[in-house]
């Protein structure tokens, strides 16, 4: 069965450092992968997406992502993070055009 | 932000009661979705629904159903509550599928507690 996965549960910065949230999938074919955002009580907002073409795409805020077909993974980058990024992190894959599969999510603290 | 409206946003009820959640979208997207927010379980599609009276399982769709006689709106119903379902619920809506848009849009989330 087609599936997401996120390792990392829990992640404490501090302000300046430098961020890779990991996501895994699974499944065989075409897949369209996603990082979405959802900052302390509000609902979900779209940070970049994947569809085909360059590997390395970038979104929002700073944030990129790089689509490694071979280790079937699509990583979530910032170079320097802010106290403003702390939020929950969720990675999702479109596996057959019409329904996203979500990961458990990352929660990152960033602290000044 | 698109236009989505759930309600209620809070609801408190005992087990073994019914429950309705609404969606509300005047985005006239076809696709809708309800997922399910845990901790250590993220989000999890419930049903969804890609046209007027046409829906489909997801992952954790036992215990509760869905009906779509409206492009505006998407009803969840849980017949009988029990305290699993306690959970925040979230409907996102699309025009085209999560292909062609690559974005679902989302609702404020309703919080239910099952005691």
């Known amino acids: 069965a087609q599936s997401v996965s996120q390792h990392n549960h829990h992640v404490i910065l501090s302000e300046a450092a430098s961020l890779e949230l990991g996501c895994n999938y699974s499944?065989?074919?075409?897949?369209?992968l996603f990082w979405y955002v959802q900052y302390p009580g509000q609902h979900l907002q779209l940070l970049l997406k994947?569809?085909?073409?360059?590997?390395l795409v970038k979104g929002i805020k700073g944030f990129e992502a790089e689509f490694i077909k071979s280790k079937f993974s699509f990583n979530l980058r910032k170079p320097s993070v802010q106290w403003s990024d702390t939020a929950e992190y969720f990675c999702?894959?479109?596996?057959?055009?019409?329904?996203?599969?979500f990961g458990t999510g990352t929660r990152l603290q960033v602290f000044p | 932000d698109a236009g989505i409206t759930q309600s209620p946003r809070h609801k408190v009820t005992e087990t073994g009661t019914p429950v309705t959640l609404r969606c509300h979208q005047t985005e006239n997207h076809r696709y809708m979705y309800w997922y399910r927010q845990d901790p250590g379980h993220g989000l999890r599609l419930i049903h969804y629904?890609?046209?007027?009276?046409?829906?489909d399982k997801g992952e954790v769709s036992d215990g509760y159903s869905v009906s779509r006689s409206k492009t505006e709106d998407f009803l969840l119903t849980l017949e009988s509550a029990t305290s699993s379902q306690t959970s925040v619920y979230f409907c996102a809506t699309t025009g085209g599928g999560p292909s062609n848009t690559g974005e679902l849009f989302f609702g404020e989330g309703s919080r239910l507690t099952v005691l």
């Open positions: 499944y065989g074919g075409t897949v369209n």
């Open positions: 999702a894959g479109d596996f057959n055009g019409d329904k996203l599969i």
């Open positions: 629904s890609y046209g007027v009276k046409d829906t």
């Open positions: 994947y569809f085909s073409g360059d590997p």
